[in-house]
């Protein structure tokens, strides 16, 4: 598949809404790390090249042979100025500082359809361009974008920002006019591809095992997988007791209504006990990881025939280092047929073969459940007290009519610093701006009542904090 862009990821935020712009015009993409080879970039032979911003307190790094690949390449805000260095050229400083300017676009396929216009410029630096190399755009009084037209190479000061029309003009005449990339990748594209991967091992396994959790992710998954195996898949939920309240009991009705044979395992005692005196996070997600992967390996054991196991996986695990390799221990093939879709690309998936609102829109939850927003150690008397408070602020959620508004919201359990059987619970809800996570502003009643509630229902909580940090989505403490 060489009909995509292939993003250099120097900037986590700016190659994420790159890359999800060109996929919202149909422009397949793919993400790679920054420093790639020539060699590795040759292997995926893709029709244009997209660089992306440069790493936060330290100094980017690209192959320069990469302007010699004949394959045509954007470089975005300060990735410009290590492309133009691999062309020959250099940069000096400051020619502005921060402020609103006048951009005036000239004859370039990459500015077409575009009229001079405003924006906002963080820095712009001098530029000193080779011999081949032109200027196609100016701000000031300085150049503010390159271009080499025989090689196709072009340079821009500028990132695209959020609901910046322009920006997406100057991403798609790049990747459909200057690149040539077909506007193939539709919702019925990557289901037809997840289809055809099922299809494939349809035909050599036996039998299809869906690890679900109750998410849009492996929903979605197992019911394409549903329609590739027919009768000979089945769908496995280990109970934790880590779930919210009544959260297992709607997924049992969910796969129920969707005619999803569904095998609900109760390991919540062992998977408790496997948790005894773990108080450190990553500690603990891994205890619960191992918990449901030597869950599945039993199950699988005991099936007979040839198998194959469906999970959910979406493009954004891949990236993110959240996807697990403990599966290889099950000792059979592992399929992610969504693999190549961010998570809102899920979403739509979700919608397009039919599944209700209330699925497609299911708000994230981490494999580790209400562990993974327990400080300390997680023991029964703190998860019914963390339960209790997350039932209730949900419920104060969904009565003002916020749920679809909020990226996600929920009660955090602490005890430092408090006699024992005593907690404090601090209440997050946030936005999602960016890779930003903005605190929302929720009314102040409903916080009030959420707090009177909370320490009605359980004593043992002695405080109530409302949580206004905004932080990156990577640097999140809780998930």
Known sequence: MNDMILI???SEEFALEAALRLRTEQVYTRIIDGGATVEEIKELDPRGI????EQKNAPGKI?????????????????????????????AGAANSPRKVNIEYGDSRLFGGLKSGERCLEETLTLMLPADVQGCANAGGCTIAFQDVRRKLYGVQFEPERNDPEGTTILKNFARDICGCEPWYTREAAIAEAETRLAEAAAESDQAVCVVSGGV????AAMLTKRAFGERMVAIYMETGLMREGESARIQAAFEGLEIPLRVVDRSGVVLDALANKRNMKEKHEVVARCLQQEMARQIEAMPGKKVIVLGSNYSDFLSGRRSNGWKSCGVPVLEPLSSCFKEEVRGLAEEIGLSPEIAGKKPFPLLGLGARILGQVTADRLHALRTADAIFSEEIDLAGLSRKLYKYFPVLLDFGLPHGRYSIILRAVTLYGTQLVPARLPYDLVERTVHRVQSSTPEVLRVFYDQTPTEVGQETFV
Not at 50 to 53: A, D, E, N, R, S
Not at 67 to 77: M, N, S, T, W
Not at 217 to 220: E, G, P
């Open 50 to 53: 997209l660089i992306c911003g």
């Open 8 to 10: 250099l990821n120097l």
């Open 217 to 220: 992710d492996s929903t979605v």
């Open 63 to 91: 192959d320069e042979g990469i302007v010699e690949l004949g394959i045509p390449v954007l470089a975005l805000g300060h990735a410009s100025y290590l492309l133009l260095a691999a062309m020959g050229g250099a940069c």
